[in-house]
Structures are given as C-alpha cells and as structure tokens.
C-alpha cells in the first residue's frame, strides 16, 4: 500500500509541474503575441479593417451552419469544451489518428489571431486556451463568433467572411442565401481542400456534411435539406470553368 501511495504521488507531482510548466510556456507564448498591447486594442485593429462584418450582419443561416459544424456546443460551454475534448481523446486513440479535434470556436479565434504560424504546438495549444479563456471573460459569445468569421481563411487569399463572399460569389454578405451560407460554413475546415476553385466536389461533400450538421441540431428540416441537396447540381454550374 506504501508503494501505491508513493506511485500516486509521484504521478500528480508529474502532473503538477507538467502543467505548470505548460501554462509559463502558453502565457510567455501570449504575451509575446499580444507584444505589449491589451487584446482589447488588438481587437479593436482587428474591427477596424473596412471589411469587417458586425454580427447583426450576419445572415442567420450561415450562424447556424457555423455553429452546428464547427462547435454545436457553443453556446453552452465556456474557453473549452471538455465534451469534445474527450471524444476527441477517445476517437484519436481508439484510431490510432489524429482525425478528430476538441478545439472550440473561442479557441479557434486565438488561434486566428495570434498563432497561425507558431511551430510548436504543445505551447501553441497552452497559448490558445489561455488566450480563449481571455476571450471569453472579455467578449459576449456573439462578438466571439463575430471575430471569428472576420479572421478565418477562406482559400484563394480571402480572410474573413465579407472578402470570401465577394470573391467567390459576388456578393455581399448579407446576401448570401441558404445554400451559400451551407457552402461558406464548410471551407474554412480545409480551405486548401474545399475550395471551390480548387475542387468543386470536395466543396459539395463538405457542404453536404455542413447541411447534415445543421439537421441534427435542428436547424433546418428534413424537406429543407432534401430542396438543398437537390439544388446542388444547378448552384455548382456557377463554379465551373
């Protein structure tokens, strides 16, 4: 029984300072980023560019789409969302991959913003969810999900919604109709991918998931589904070459 004791000791010793040592790294990380500014004055640059969409401009379809394939859960969760965490965990393992993430929208946002191009993603991962829980002890969740449409990338050199909009449909934002608002949710998982400049397929089999999403969350009906699927054909037609 000593020895279990010692055992298990030793083991949240490990533990403690693995994570202390995961928060300095993470916090030095963030604070390197925000290079002696407060979020707050990086967010104001941020809303400043004259492309940036409020969220009240934001077609409510495409809020749904968003947050049914990107995080269902986020209006109920905070910085994380341990759910996903775990069935990630569990599907990563029981695959032997890596084809699931925990990551929620709030920490894709300080993902968006300040660590893109970090290399090392054990302090990148520390970074985000201290950056997320930044996040969301300072800003609403609809400013969140508004950041992140505004920062994420779209493919063919768009970053965030309104530039993706106009390039690849023409319009606006608060234009954008049922079956673009499924599309435009789907990109940004893989915009190298799901492009659909670059493989208009992939597109429609990512937006297909998207409206698969949106069912189960019960976002739109079974008969609104099937008038989207059905319409596919005719709407890809306007990305052919």
Known sequence: MKILRNVFLVILIIILITGIALYVSGNNMYEDALDGRTL????EEIQSDPDYIKYEDLPQNYI????????HRFRDHGAIDLIAIGRAIYVN???FSLREGGSTITQQVAKN?????????VSRKSAEILTAFDLEDKYTKNEILELYVNTIYFGDGY????????GYLNKSTSEMNLIDCTMMAGIPN??????PTVNSDLTRSRQ???????????YISDSDANDL?????????NFEN
């Open 229 to 237: 699927i059905n319409s596919l054909d005719e709407y890809y037609k």
């Open 208 to 218: 297909e998931k998207v409206i698969s999403t949106m069912i189960e969350n019960n």
């Open 93 to 95: 393992v029981s695959t």
């Open 64 to 71: 749904n789409a968003v947050i049914s394939v990107e995080d």
């Open 190 to 195: 893989a915009p190298s991918i799901y492009s």
């Open 40 to 43: 707050e004055e990086v967010i």
């Open 159 to 166: 970053y965030g919604i309104e530039e993706a909009c106009q």
């Open 113 to 121: 913003i300040f660590y893109i191009t970090e290399t090392n993603p």
